[in-house]
Nanobody, 124 residues
């Protein structure tokens, strides 16, 4: 069983930056950052596989960068040029083993482990 612990959330003004971290208790194949706002489903925004291949949703492409340090089992999300609409609870999720699907194609229900979430608030 993998455990994930996020950190790095907080409050920032629009145009500012934050860096989120997610420490896993062991190696994982695919990791993804999700965000969730009240009343809405979690939305995947950035994925990275064990080889470092990344994918982004259009809303964050060019502003956010996902990366991982496999030696430290740590996932990162560098968020730049933050906007008020980025305000949300951010979760990291992991799928431990490759099961035949590319990381970026995994559905939210395919992720077996989730972190507790970290709040990001962007004020305009």
């Amino acid at each position: 069983q993998v455990q994930l612990v996020e950190s790095g959330g907080g409050s920032v003004q629009a145009g500012g930056s934050l860096r989120l971290s997610c420490v896993a208790s062991r190696y994982t194949y695919c990791m993804r950052w999700f965000l969730q706002t009240p009343g809405k489903e979690r939305e995947g925004i950035a994925s990275i596989d064990e080889a470092g291949m990344t994918s982004y949703t259009d809303s964050v492409s060019g502003r956010f960068t996902i990366s991982r340090d496999n030696a430290k089992n740590t996932l990162y999300l560098e968020m730049n040029d933050l906007k008020s609409e980025d305000t949300a609870m951010y979760y990291c999720a992991a799928e431990v083993h490759y099961s035949g699907s590319w990381c970026e194609l995994l559905r939210p229900s395919d992720f077996g482990t989730w972190g507790q979430g970290t709040q990001v608030t962007v004020s305009s």
